[in-house]
């Protein structure tokens, strides 16, 4: 076996309303659901803006873990757009978990926080993008979530 190796893609810092809508107990968890009013993204490939009327269709799940469900679209600074959708889990001691929550800043070590973002796009400047899979590594501030991607060689 090949061990690991990745390389830094982007950083990416969204901004989420805080008006959650809160559907409550489901059969399957707590879903709740957050929009994403936009953000940035920057690396040493890509960088630009995150556009409004993205999503985060979250579910925290009876055994405290927050399962998320994101998509989102990304503007690069020379205009073309790239479609990001991830799947990510958040949990940790319920003391840090009851502190996020409230949206006071933690040491991001004291949580587990990751995410597998995959991309789609048309443009031939970042269709290298469609090919590759990626993990974040992620913590919450007040505003909203930041990720540290990484393209996984």
Known sequence: MQPL?????CTIKLMVDP??????PTPFGDRR??????????GERLR???????GDWLLLRRDGVLQLDVRLIMETHD????????RGLR???????DRL??????DPSLYYFRTAPFFETSSETYGWLNGIVAVGVGSRVPS????????VL
């Open 5 to 9: 190796k990745s390389r830094p893609l």
């Open 19 to 24: 008006q959650i809508r809160m559907l409550g």
């Open 33 to 42: 659901i957050a929009a994403v009013t936009g953000g940035t993204f920057e």
């Open 48 to 54: 630009g803006t995150v556009l409004s009327g993205g």
């Open 79 to 86: 205009s073309h757009l790239i479609y990001m959708t991830y």
């Open 91 to 97: 949990h940790g001691p319920a003391d840090v978990m």
């Open 101 to 106: 929550g409230r949206g006071e800043p933690v």
């Open 144 to 151: 909203g979530p930041v990720y540290d991607v990484h393209e």
